[in-house]
């Protein structure tokens, strides 16, 4: 089974800290994502990255940045914690390879709260 | 941009019984991909169904059943005899084909069952 692991399932932060949030995946997937979900407003994308070294910007990149300069981690960063970026936060990861191309492998979350 | 919209926030239905949850999308692509997620309580979000638009015959799978109308841009997941076990966020989600496409999620709908 693909196993995407996220680093912490709960965090507390201050404003203005930096945070990291960490993603693993053992399944030599090429693609990662990181989306914020938010009650109401479903799943919104941050970022992605479909190879190593490489990332796109989602459909809400402000105020965040990420990281992936290995395949298996797909790091996300902020750079500035706010409280508006109190949320919680997924990884996933999908494969290009069919047939299971259209899958995304979601890890439990990390329920960010920034004080 | 695609946009995908499911209109009931939160629907309940009685253990054993049917229900449909709905799905709209909105988009100028002729080849795409549709897709239910499930996620339960404190659970990672995981895949139930998915549908490719050039496929005209219905996907299934096992109590899961979707009816999905392409020219009228509508997806709803069918859930028969239903479980406790059902009980969770149900996210629809909408990928134009070809390679290294990000998904576009629904708002979700927070599915109850009453035993």
């Known amino acids: 089974d693909v196993k995407v692991t996220q680093s912490s399932r709960y965090l507390v932060k201050r404003t203005g800290e930096k945070v990291f949030l960490e993603c693993v995946q053992d399944?030599?997937?090429?693609?990662m994502f990181w989306y914020r979900q938010d009650p109401g407003l479903g799943l919104r994308l941050i970022y992605f990255?479909?190879?190593?070294?490489?990332?796109e910007k989602g459909d809400i990149p402000e105020g965040y940045s990420v990281s992936r300069e290995k395949k298996e981690r797909f790091s996300l960063i902020l750079e500035s914690a706010s409280t508006n970026q109190t949320s919680m936060y997924l990884c996933?990861?999908?494969?290009?390879?069919?047939?299971?191309?259209?899958?995304?492998?979601f890890g439990a979350g990390t329920r960010l709260s920034v004080l | 941009a695609q946009t995908v919209t499911q209109s009931q926030p939160e629907m309940s239905v009685q253990e054993a019984e049917t229900v449909t949850l709905s799905c709209t999308y909105d988009?100028?692509?002729?080849?795409?991909?549709l897709f239910w997620y499930k996620q339960p309580p404190s659970r990672q979000m995981i895949l139930v169904i998915r549908q490719e638009a050039y496929k005209q015959q219905n996907a299934t799978e096992n109590r899961f059943s979707v009816n999905f109308q392409k020219a009228a841009k509508s997806f709803s997941l069918k859930i028969s005899d239903s479980q406790l076990g059902d009980a969770a966020m149900y996210f629809c989600?909408?990928?134009?084909?070809?390679?290294?496409?990000?998904?576009?999620f629904g708002t979700g709908t927070k599915l109850q069952v009453i035993p």
């Open positions: 996933a990861s999908r494969t290009e390879a069919s047939p299971a191309k259209n899958i995304q492998y």
């Open positions: 989600a909408y990928r134009k084909s070809g390679g290294y496409q990000k998904v576009t």
């Open positions: 990255s479909y190879d190593v070294k490489m990332k």
């Open positions: 399944m030599d997937h090429e693609n």
């Open positions: 988009t100028s692509e002729s080849d795409y991909y």
